[in-house]
């Protein structure tokens, strides 16, 4: 059997990259009768046949899998979020961080049009940079143009799977152009037959972008916490999950417990207050939905 990566799925057909083929397959019966789907990002094995198709018979272990988008074995996620134009949120960036935290996907932060901001706003900008940096998480500050800040984000792409997650008009589009002119070609012609925004592809992609991979679909189309229960909630703080250890309880959820020692950082100024006001919110928005059945 060869052994190769799903890098694109399209009409019931996987492509998978083995070497420098590519390879059009088919997924084994035993997969539907199991109720599993191949995913872009799978390591599969597979028989080849003649004139490059071949079937895949066996699914690798994934690490982790998203659903919207569907996609397997992430590495990374790079998350945009603009310092205006759309204004910095940093109630949606924590909700981005929390939902790529829950599948054990490293972040990365990029605070887009960092040109555009002016004198009134930029220390706030710079006061949310120090608050993430703190919290665990790389940050880099992008402009219009600026090539030292793709270097370093093209330079951490080498050997991974990576996503791109922001809300519309931050500048995922301008940024992936950049990195990759191919990746905003494609999304573009996509979105215009579709007369939809871009980056609504029907399908998930990965191209082979300074060492890695780039999925082509950035993004996720649902931010809800469906999946996630209130005992997976601290882990997805990094800062939290660094002082657990001094809580009385274990298993604290550091809302109402006494002696937490997430609450005694956040009132020492060691946890940020705006982190963790967005961790109670979240907490509650999870403890009180509807059950599903």
Sequence with gaps: MAIGKIIKSISGFYYVLSGETLYQCKGRGIFRKRKVTPLVGDVVEFEESNQGEGSIHTIHDRKNELIRPPIANVDQAIIVTSAIQPEFNPLLLDRFLVLIESKNIQPLIIISKMDEVDDAHFQDIMDYREIYEAAGYPVVLS??????????????????????????????????????????????????????????????ELYEVSGGFVADTPGFSSLDFDGLESEDLPSCFPEFEAVKHECKFRGCLHNKEPKCAVKDYVESGYIARRRYQHYLQFLEEIQTRKPRY
């Design 143 to 204: 402009a219009t143009n600026d090539q030292e800040g793709i270097e370093r984000i093209t330079s951490l792409l080498e050997g991974k799977i990576t996503v791109i997650a922001g809300q519309s008009g931050v500048g995922k589009s301008s940024l992936l152009n950049v990195i990759d002119p191919r990746l905003s070609i494609e999304t573009n012609e996509i979105s215009t037959s579709l007369g939809r925004g871009k980056h609504t592809t029907r399908h998930v």
